[in-house]
């Protein structure tokens, strides 16, 4: 029923910066918990950003807080991910997920999400 559509990932240098975004279809977006995780090579898929329905509540990822910001246009059905200070250890797919029930607390398990796009390349080189 949903589908999630991710743009914005490319290879960039030490420091750039990229805006991640997610289009989303139907007209439920307004009720999802939205987020973002990202999955390297051989290694599980992690969480980095998540936002409530409102948008009012946020929550990072430790090694991300302070250089990446998320956000949501309802009206619009998108979210947004903005990262800057980027670091090679960001090389990833980036994934946008969305909870169909969501809540004032954000969730961090990949589990919890029932949605999921195909995801964007992004790759950060020294």
């Known amino acids: 029923q949903v589908q999630l559509v991710e743009s914005g990932g490319g290879l960039v240098q030490t420091g750039a910066s990229l805006r991640l975004s997610c289009a989303a279809s139907?007209?439920?977006?307004?009720?999802?918990?939205m987020a973002w995780f990202r999955q390297a090579p051989g290694q599980d898929r992690e969480f980095v950003a998540g936002i409530s329905s409102s948008g009012r509540n946020t929550g990072y990822a430790d090694s991300v807080k302070g250089r990446f910001t998320i956000s949501r246009d309802n009206a619009k059905s998108t979210v947004v991910l903005q990262v800057n200070s980027l670091k090679p250890e960001d090389t990833a797919v980036y994934f946008c997920?969305?909870?169909?029930?969501?809540?004032?607390?954000?969730?961090?398990?990949?589990?919890?999400?029932?949605?999921w796009g195909q995801g964007t390349q992004v790759t950060v080189s020294s």
């Open positions: 997920a969305a909870a169909a029930r969501g809540s004032w607390a954000i969730t961090r398990s990949p589990g919890s999400y029932d949605y």
């Open positions: 139907g007209r439920t977006f307004g009720t999802f918990a």
